[in-house]
């Protein structure tokens, strides 16, 4: 019975909720845009709590790496140091103090840039490795795709070619568009029939 | 425990398996001796183990369940099956791979591109290279320069730093020279984020400016950081429904309504102007579909990652405009700091692109053409039939 009632309630809620968003969108009334602001308002809340969990859960799963001596812990005791500093300089000086700015300027930029330098050196490799592995039409065309794209961004004297840049504008505009748009209009049929199946409560994953 | 033999098709199975993993058919267990040791609850025989309880058993003798019914399954169903049970019994391993001691193919040819890129790098950075023209604008960014030089003055700007801080090097130009545009004709910015690094990211854009452009922007009084919005596309549909309840402080704990420029904002569409730096085509779409439709007159504007351009373009050229203005990776960036004049921020970086770009470009064409020879020489030595 308090199973039903409970199921009822959770159920009741979650069409309540979805419903007065959706309806915020078509109908301008100061009732059901005072709603909606509440509710979304507890809805940024609840992402800032999950995130504060997700942050404690990162500790607490470093931290039993750290006292269950597991290989590889030195890099969980790593991140425990660098989490504690951060988190002490943003709690004391602010999250746009000078402490703050420095950390950003010469620990994080650097290294995620460096990523993204690596990644240059895996794509370029990879494009090469493609045409051994699988030498079809297909790799080709990607190749050919590739070259245009980064040559025809560029403005060297001696390859300014204007077709070029005209290719990759046309590669950008029409089969890439094209390609994207598609993917898009899959994502969105499905999260308009998540959305309903969960609006009319036929999908509960709440429940879980 | 021991194995279970199949009745159907007389091999072997593990013994928690209720279907015989090889032809399907139900699997009839052994009965366990200890079943039958039960201690009756009540009666004579009560507490007394060891002895067959004659009601139980007798109420158990029922006629078999009829197993006819074969479960049809095909070969690839079978295989999947199996694959299955293989995959929840072992979990997946990676395969181990013995290496080979000094440096392989691979690893050089890695380290070789590296370096080969690192010299374009550098040589573009320390060597001027005029040769390399800055690129000219297009209607894009006239527009996106146009909405700029228009702005009043102590006009409010909302400026959303939504890209991750290894894209700063690609979008920092351009928004050096946006943001000297903006502070110099006495706009008031306000800097959000949906990107919990995006709060210092705007910080950094400031100092950025103040070292390049050797003055001191200091806030709230030359602009304002609200800070972090959570959420991702519900936290900006929230900021859109109540901007000052979703922002009641700034984000070192301020207060920033009463300042003289944020005084009659009330919604978004109270800004004069809204531009997005984005690296991510869903953040971009996030700020359009749940910002964007609410914004009346307010022109919305983007800055963003070469990667990002193409899925933004379609909304600066539907009709009504959705997006009123675009500027695109470095090479946007360079070409808007042709069109306004500014400060030279991308000159710096624009020869040391081109190289690197060119460098790429002729690693893809080289290596592609050796592995076109090589996979041609691979499948010749293999003879006709490939194999």
Redesign the interface.
């Known amino acids: 019975m308090i199973g039903i009632i409970k199921r009822y309630i959770l159920v009741g809620t979650a069409i309540i909720a979805g419903m007065v ?1 959706l309806l ?1 969108y078509f109908i301008k009334l100061p009732a059901i ?1 005072s709603a ?2 509440i509710l ?2 507890w ?2 809340i ?3 709590v999950a ?1 504060i969990i997700g942050l404690v859960n990162l500790l607490v799963v470093h931290s039993r790496k750290i006292i269950d001596k597991k290989s590889g812990n030195v890099y969980s005791v790593i991140l425990l140091v660098s989490f504690t500093i951060t988190l002490l300089v943003g709690l004391i000086s ?3 103090s000078q402490g ?2 420095w950390i ?2 010469n620990v ?2 650097p290294i ?2 460096s ?3 690596i990644l ?3 794509l ?2 990879g ?6 592995r699988q ?1 079809t039409s297909f790799s080709l065309i990607f ?1 050919i795709a ?2 245009v794209i ?2 025809g ?5 001696w ?1 300014n070619v204007s077709w070029l840049s005209s290719a990759r504008s046309w590669i ?2 029409v089969p ?2 094209a390609g ?2 598609g993917i ?1 209009m899959g994502v969105v049929l499905g999260t308009v029939a998540t959305g309903l199946r969960v609006l009319i409560g036929a999908d509960r994953p709440y429940e879980d | 425990m021991s194995e279970v033999q199949c009745s159907h098709c007389g091999k072997e199975n593990p013994p928690d398996l209720e279907i015989c993993q090889h032809c399907q058919s139900p699997l009839v267990a052994p009965q366990q001796p200890e079943e039958l040791a039960d201690v009756p609850p009540e009666g004579p025989l009560s507490e007394l183990t060891g002895i067959i309880p004659i009601e139980s058993a007798v109420n158990e003798i029922t006629i078999p369940k009829p197993y006819s019914v074969k479960v049809r399954v095909s070969e690839s169903q079978r295989a999947n099956v199996r694959l299955l049970e293989n995959l929840t019994k072992e979990g997946v391993r990676p395969p181990s791979r013995e290496r080979a001691p000094g440096v392989t193919i ?1 690893q050089a ?2 380290i070789l ?2 370096m080969a ?1 690192i010299l374009a790098i550098s040589w573009g950075i320390i060597f001027d290279t005029p ?5 000219s604008a297009d209607a894009r960014i006239s527009e996106f320069s146009e909405h700029i030089i228009t702005l009043p003055e102590s006009a409010p700007v909302l400026l959303a730093f939504e890209y ?6 690609e979008l920092e130009p351009s928004m050096t020279i946006i943001l000297d545009q903006l502070l110099s004709r006495g706009a008031y910015p306000v800097l959000v984020s949906t990107t ?2 995006g ?6 854009a400031i ?1 950025l400016l103040n070292q390049k452009a050797g003055r001191v922007y200091e ?1 709230p009084s030359d602009y304002i ?1 609200l ?1 972090y ?4 596309a ?2 900006l ?2 900021f859109n ?2 901007i000052r ?2 922002f009641p402080l700034e ?3 301020n207060q920033v309504w009463a300042l003289p420029p944020l005084q009659n904002v009330n919604s978004l569409s109270d800004f004069n102007l809204v531009i997005v730096f984005t690296d991510s ?1 869903e953040t971009a779409r996030s700020w359009i579909e749940q910002v964007g439709t609410d914004l009346q007159d307010t022109p919305l504007l983007m800055v963003a990652s ?1 990667q990002a ?3 933004i ?2 909304y600066y050229n539907s009709d009504p405009r959705q997006v009123d203005g675009l500027i695109a ?1 470095l ?1 946007g960036g360079a070409a808007y700091e042709t069109y306004t004049g500014g400060m030279e921020v991308s000159r710096p970086l624009w020869g040391a ?2 190289m690197s ?2 460098v ?2 002729g ?3 080289f ?2 053409l ?3 020879i ?3 020489y691979k499948s010749e030595s293999n003879g006709p039939s490939g194999h």
């Open positions: 968003i915020g845009d909606r602001t979304l308002n809805a940024i609840l992402a800032a995130l602010g999250p746009t703050s700015l950003f300027n994080q930029v995620e840039t990523l993204l330098g240059a050196v895996v370029i490799l494009a090469v490795r493609l045409l051994y030498p190749m590739a070259l980064l040559l961004t560029v403005s060297v004297p390859i950008t505009r890439v568009v994207a748009r898009l | 691979q040819l890695r591109t590296a890129l040769s390399f023209q800055l690129p991750e801080p290894g894209f700063s090097s919990p690094t709060v210092v990211q705007g910080q950094r100092g806030a950081n800070g919005i959570p959420g991702g519900t936290g549909n929230s429904a109540g309840s979703t984000a070192n704990g085509t070469a351009e193409p899925l373009n379609p990776g090479a692109f081109n770009v060119v790429a470009a690693l893809i064409l290596g592609g050796v592995s076109v090589g996979a041609a």
